[in-house]
């Protein structure tokens, strides 16, 4: 079975920094694409970044964009999402999921709840 | 950025009925990548139809999706308790991967 856990969430002042985590286990991980999505409260899922399986392209949305970077470690097992220079506005559930691929997003994980409040 | 419009925004039915949920694309979307996720309250999404129309593993038959260019629809046969949700559909052939608003389904 293949299982996604997501860390790192937390309360951050505006302008602050953190880094999310993500814990792939059940798959060859190396052979998988994997995005960020989030989801502020009461609202909808907005994609916020995308990683090729070898980590040598990104794409990222560009309300995030200049402040979000993805990247992986393959031998790890791990994604990264790191996010700096935080807004109110960046508050959500960010998930992380497998691909999109030609299986669209296939796997996703439980979440962790980010918070940027004074 | 290709737009996703889905209606209605709100779906109130009895268990058993039938549901059309449908998704409009501001420009064409290749039906290779395009999908369907359901979201029950509290939980992560969960993949119900990519390619348009091919469910996912462990999807029940009762879950249909169909459409191409910029429509698209998912359609729940007959709705179990378990199915009052919200629907999100995605366009992945492009970024950024836009997801719809969401549809929700209620208990009438």
């Known amino acids: 079975e293949v299982r996604l856990v997501e860390s790192g969430g937390g309360l951050v002042q505006p302008g602050g920094s953190l880094r999310l985590s993500c814990a792939a286990s059940?798959?060859?991980?190396?052979?998988?694409?994997m995005s960020w999505v989030r989801q502020a409260p009461g609202k909808g899922l907005e994609w916020v970044s995308r990683?090729?399986?070898?980590?040598?392209?990104?794409f990222v949305a560009e309300s995030v964009k200049g402040r979000f970077t993805i990247f992986r470690d393959n031998p790890k097992n791990m994604l990264y999402l790191q996010m700096n220079s935080l807004k109110a506005e960046d508050t959500a559930i960010y998930f992380c999921?497998?691909?999109?691929?030609?299986?669209?997003?296939?796997?996703w994980g439980q979440g962790t709840t980010v918070t940027v409040s004074s | 950025e290709i737009v996703l419009t889905q209606s209605p925004g709100t779906l109130s039915l009895a268990p058993g009925a039938r549901a059309t949920l449908s998704c409009r694309a501001s420009?064409?979307?290749?039906?290779?990548?395009f999908a369907w996720y359901q979201q029950r309250r509290g939980q992560s999404p969960r993949l119900l139809i990519y390619?348009?129309?091919t469910r996912a593993t462990g999807i029940p038959d009762r879950f249909s999706g169909s459409g191409s260019g910029t429509d698209f629809t998912l359609t729940i046969s007959r709705l179990e308790p378990e199915d009052f949700a919200v629907y999100y559909c995605?366009?992945?052939?492009?970024?950024?991967?836009?997801f719809g608003q969401g549809t929700k389904v209620e208990i009438k």
């Open positions: 999921a497998r691909g999109p691929s030609f299986h669209a997003m296939d796997v």
């Open positions: 059940g798959t060859t991980f190396s052979s998988d694409a």
């Open positions: 990683i090729t399986n070898s980590g040598a392209s990104t």
């Open positions: 420009q064409s979307v290749n039906t290779i990548y």
């Open positions: 390619s348009s129309s």
């Open positions: 995605q366009q992945y052939a492009e970024s950024p991967y836009t």
